[in-house]
């Protein structure tokens, strides 16, 4: 049974900083790739940054520069550092672990997410 618990959230001022962390179990996950997915209100969810099995990383145009994706596979945790945060940052966060050939969430289910809220 795949498990993820997303925590780290919180409010922060533009310009800040937040690390979420997330922690999975029920599937391999050293040999998946691993993503952070973020959803604002009344908006789809768009994969923001993912991290391959090899440390291999990329960021959606809009967090490029600022968030920092990691993985710790001995602890089974994939973490989304993100600096210089933005109000329209504001979103809930999940994590998943992405289709390498679509981008899309491997498994259907999800976390309680993380709520991120950024104030300006």
């Known amino acids: 049974q795949v498990q993820l618990v997303e925590s780290g959230g919180g409010l922060v001022q533009a310009g800040g900083s937040l690390r979420l962390s997330c922690a999975a179990s029920?599937?391999?996950?050293?040999?998946?790739?691993m993503g952070w997915y973020r959803q604002a209100s009344g908006k789809q969810r768009e994969l923001a940054a993912s991290?391959?099995?090899?440390?291999?990383?990329n960021y959606a145009d809009s967090v490029k520069g600022r968030f920092t994706i990691s993985r710790d596979n001995a602890k089974n945790t994939v973490y989304l550092q993100m600096n210089s945060l933005k109000p329209e940052d504001t979103a809930v966060y999940y994590c998943?672990?992405?289709?390498?050939?679509?981008?899309?969430?491997?498994?259907?289910?999800w976390g309680q997410g993380a709520q991120v809220t950024v104030s300006s």
């Open positions: 998943n672990a992405v289709d390498p050939w679509t981008t899309r969430a491997l498994f259907g289910s």
């Open positions: 029920g599937f391999v996950f050293s040999m998946n790739v």
């Open positions: 991290i391959t099995s090899g440390d291999s990383t």
